[in-house]
């Protein structure tokens, strides 16, 4: 069963706009929601998390909203750039290290 | 600073083989974990190893099995090859092993596993 669905697989956007990115999740003790960037032929990036008791964190131009009552979370990129286009996963943990990843959403950001 | 190292990039083998696939964590690390990407997918939780020793196992058979030596460095083997095993295996590495988000996975490029 697929704890943790991110149900876009893929998403367009043109730069300068914002890139929205969802997740949902069905396990309510995951205690911490992180998002990986990933090109090709390298590995996973950590890009931003947060943690069970926040609704919100910011670094920069990316933003995670966490709405614990829909178990649903989102990635928001602002203002998208080319260099953002990537497949992005969104990960859950519970009170381990341990990561649940998503089946992941391809970003292409256009000029 | 070296990040994660994978070894080797690409492999390919046929079903019943075994395979040995080989992880080098950022130094100073001390914990290791493996995940198998299958196309489509994101990655899966295999292991992790912590100072040598099996922390956590994911739903994986028997087939798979790893260790950690005392450089921190790890194997991953798999025995007995099915075509479905084919898939990118990702290595991490962390300073440490604790609580979700104590400390950031660094993943390595992967090694792409083939089994025709």
């Known amino acids: 069963d697929q704890q943790v669905k991110q149900n876009s697989p893929s998403l367009s956007v043109q730069e300068g706009r914002i890139s929205i990115l969802n997740c949902d999740y069905t396990n309510s003790m995951f205690d911490y929601f992180l998002w990986y960037k990933k090109y090709p032929a390298e590995g996973p990036t950590f890009l931003i998390s947060i943690s069970s008791i926040k609704d919100k964190n910011e670094d920069g131009r990316f933003t995670v909203f966490l709405n614990k009552s829909a178990k649903h979370l989102s990635l928001h990129i602002v203002p998208s750039q080319p260099g953002d286009s990537a497949v992005y996963f969104c990960?859950?943990?519970?009170?381990?290290?341990?990561?649940?990843f998503g089946t992941g959403t391809r970003l292409q950001v256009f000029p | 600073d070296a990040g994660v190292t994978q070894s080797p990039t690409h492999l390919i083998k046929t079903r019943g083989q075994h395979v040995t696939l080989r992880c080098s964590p950022i130094s100073g690390h001390k914990s290791v974990s493996w995940y198998q990407q299958v196309l489509g997918q994101g990655p899966q939780f295999i292991f992790q190893?912590?100072?040598?020793?099996?922390?956590g196992r994911g739903n994986f058979p028997d087939r798979f099995s790893a260790r950690q030596f005392p450089n921190y460095s790890s194997e991953l083997n798999v025995n007995a090859l099915l075509l479905g095993d084919s898939a990118l295996y990702l290595c991490?590495?962390?300073?440490?092993?604790?609580?979700?988000?104590?400390?950031?996975?660094?993943f390595g490029p992967g090694t792409r596993l083939t089994v025709l």
């Open positions: 990960a859950a943990s519970p009170d381990t290290d341990k990561l649940i």
């Open positions: 190893y912590y100072e040598k020793e099996e922390r």
């Open positions: 991490a590495s962390s300073l440490d092993m604790g609580l979700a988000g104590d400390y950031e996975q660094f």
